[in-house]
């Protein structure tokens, strides 16, 4: 997460996750809604890296990439869990 140090990702990843789990109406523990607010906001900051050439920054900003992050990795588990099932 950019700008942020380690205990402020940790903050803003779950919170992140938490608000992604309820957007999507999943059912995750705490470490699990960490995980994925801190994997989404790197993911989606490298994809935004890549095609506009920034990211938005700071704690709002991040929380908003985690959100939005967070959400396109459950997304995309459930359309992988959906067709091998």
């Known amino acids: 997460?950019?700008?942020l140090g380690w205990f402020a990702a940790i903050i803003v990843g779950?919170?992140?996750g938490w608000i992604a789990?309820?957007?999507m109406k999943s059912d995750m523990g705490l470490l699990m809604?960490?995980?994925l607010g801190i994997l989404g906001a790197?993911?989606?900051?490298?994809?935004?890296?890549?095609?506009?050439?920034?990211?938005l920054g700071g704690w709002i900003g991040q929380?908003?990439?985690?959100?939005?992050?967070a959400?396109?990795?459950?997304w995309i588990w459930r359309m992988?869990?959906?067709?091998?099932?």
Do not use: D, P, Y
């Open 71 to 74: 959400c396109l990795l459950i």
């Open 33 to 35: 809604n960490i995980v």
């Open 21 to 23: 789990e309820k957007i």
């Open 14 to 16: 779950a919170l992140a």
């Open 1 to 3: 997460m950019t700008g």
């Open 80 to 85: 992988v869990r959906g067709r091998s099932a």
């Open 42 to 55: 790197v993911v989606l900051n490298a994809i935004l890296f890549a095609i506009v050439g920034s990211t």
């Open 63 to 69: 929380l908003i990439i985690g959100i939005i992050g």
